[in-house]
């Protein structure tokens, strides 16, 4: 476990390593950004509350996850081919290098998450955090996310657009995710197979739910997709990491 928060931490250093601020920026960036979408929805465009819920709150407790996730799936499809000099020239356990690169991903939504539980207790004292609810689903996009890694990763040794082709579907997701737009019952109807076939769409309401007053309880139907899909996304990339882990080196 010392290694891998070691590594972890490397990995930020060197993904920054050649800007002043360094690993700073892994923090400020998104910062900056989370900032100014809240001053545009809230000075610009004046969105009206989501029930009780200030819209800032309830944009940043759904756009902090999929910070985390867009994150961990962008970098885990680089885990292998950025550190193509460690698997070609010495004798490295690649198995790690997803784990790393997700939790150098964490490290920085941890942060974020703290500010959000700060504003969150600031703007809603009154009400608790379901804090089972968010180990839950810090779990689940933990191994949602590891399976990505893996089987992308996997994939973007033999496929080498595939890391251009997941930042275009990155942005696809974002916007048929609802992390900037409210359900409602007609896009319920319109796009309804699209929204329960979107695991990172049961996420993102998932810290919601876990962080605002509202219904606690979990949806079941969405609970056994999103599950079967994460499974079968773990299993799928065990395989392939354990059938071409060998000829890495090779390919690289």
Same mark, same amino acid.
């Given at each position: 476990?010392? $290694?891998?928060?070691?590594?972890?931490?490397?990995?930020? +250093?060197?993904?920054?390593? *050649?800007?002043?601020?360094?690993?700073?920026?892994?923090?400020?960036?998104?910062?900056?950004?989370?900032?100014?979408?809240?001053?545009?929805?809230?000075?610009?465009?004046?969105?009206?509350?989501?029930?009780?819920?200030?819209? /800032?709150?309830?944009?940043?407790?759904?756009?902090?996850?999929?910070?985390?996730?867009?994150?961990?799936?962008?970098?885990?499809?680089?885990?292998f081919t950025e550190y193509a000099v460690l698997i070609c020239k010495q004798r490295f356990p690649a198995q790690v290098l997803p784990k790393v690169r997700l939790?150098?991903?964490?490290?920085?939504?941890?942060?974020? =998450?703290?500010?959000?539980?700060?504003?969150?207790?600031? =703007?809603?004292?009154?009400?608790?955090? *379901?804090?089972?609810?968010?180990?839950?689903? #810090?779990?689940?996009?933990?191994?949602?996310?590891?399976?990505?890694?893996?089987?992308?990763? !996997?994939?973007?040794?033999? =496929?080498?657009?595939?890391?251009?082709? /997941?930042?275009? $579907?990155?942005?696809?997701?974002?916007?048929? !995710?609802?992390?900037?737009?409210? #359900?409602?019952?007609?896009? +319920?109807?319109?796009?309804?197979?699209?929204?329960?076939?979107?695991?990172? +769409?049961?996420?993102?309401?998932?810290? +919601?739910?876990?962080?605002?007053?509202?219904?606690?309880? $979990?949806?079941?139907?969405?609970?056994?997709?999103?599950?079967?899909?994460?499974?079968?996304?773990?299993?799928?990339?065990?395989?392939?990491?354990?059938?071409?882990?060998?000829?890495?080196?090779?390919?690289?």
């Amino acid at each position: 476990m010392r $290694l891998l928060i070691y590594m972890a931490w490397e990995d930020l +250093r060197i993904r920054y390593s *050649r800007s002043w601020l360094g690993a700073l920026w892994a923090f400020l960036s998104p910062l900056l950004t989370v900032l100014i979408l809240c001053y545009v929805f809230w000075a610009g465009y004046r969105n009206p509350p989501v029930g009780e819920i200030p819209f /800032v709150l309830w944009f940043t407790a759904g756009y902090v996850p999929w910070l985390f996730i867009s994150d961990g799936i962008a970098g885990g499809t680089r885990c292998f081919t950025e550190y193509a000099v460690l698997i070609c020239k010495q004798r490295f356990p690649a198995q790690v290098l997803p784990k790393v690169r997700l939790l150098s991903s964490f490290i920085i939504h941890c942060f974020f =998450l703290l500010i959000l539980l700060i504003v969150r207790y600031a =703007l809603l004292p009154d009400t608790p955090v *379901r804090f089972f609810h968010l180990l839950y689903f #810090e779990t689940a996009v933990f191994l949602y996310l590891l399976g990505a890694g893996y089987l992308l990763g !996997t994939l973007q040794i033999f =496929l080498p657009d595939l890391s251009d082709m /997941v930042g275009i $579907l990155l942005q696809l997701l974002f916007w048929i !995710t609802p992390v900037l737009w409210q #359900e409602s019952g007609e896009m +319920r109807e319109r796009i309804g197979w699209m929204l329960a076939g979107n695991p990172v +769409r049961y996420l993102v309401q998932g810290f +919601r739910m876990s962080l605002l007053p509202g219904d606690g309880r $979990l949806p079941v139907r969405s609970t056994l997709l999103f599950w079967s899909f994460t499974g079968m996304q773990l299993l799928a990339g065990s395989f392939l990491f354990s059938r071409f882990s060998p000829s890495f080196a090779d390919e690289m």
